[in-house]
Nanobody
């Protein structure tokens, strides 16, 4: 199983961006998928997660500014009203339950003030 993420980059404060992540390989569509992020000197934190039935959960810090969506095994994270504190490496993940978690390579998001 592999995760391919895309969409990071440099954005001005107040701007928007979309992160995408596609899973390939032998996976179950019932597995939750989502995004974590890690800023320099900080612990990795959950940004958003979506299950196969469309249930979502967001970090308090991005609620109202982020929307995660899913089609089969591809997820998108749309973020708006970006802030410098959103600067981090964003990691896509796939929760396989007892099989463990698959992580994608991180994609850098930098928000300039």
């Amino acid at each position: 199983v592999q995760l391919q993420a895309s969409g990071g980059g440099l954005v001005q404060a107040g701007g928007s961006l979309r992160l995408s992540c596609a899973a390939s390989g032998s996976i179950f569509t019932i597995n939750p998928m989502g995004w974590y992020r890690q800023a320099p000197g900080k612990q990795r934190e959950l940004v958003a997660v979506i299950t196969s039935d469309g249930s979502t959960n967001y970090a308090t810090s991005v609620k109202g500014r982020a929307t995660i969506s899913r089609v089969d095994n591809k997820i998108d994270l749309q973020m708006s009203g970006l802030r410098p504190e959103d600067t981090a490496v964003y990691y896509c993940y796939l929760d396989q339950g007892f099989r463990g978690t698959i992580w994608g390579l991180g994609t850098q998001v930098t928000v300039s003030s």
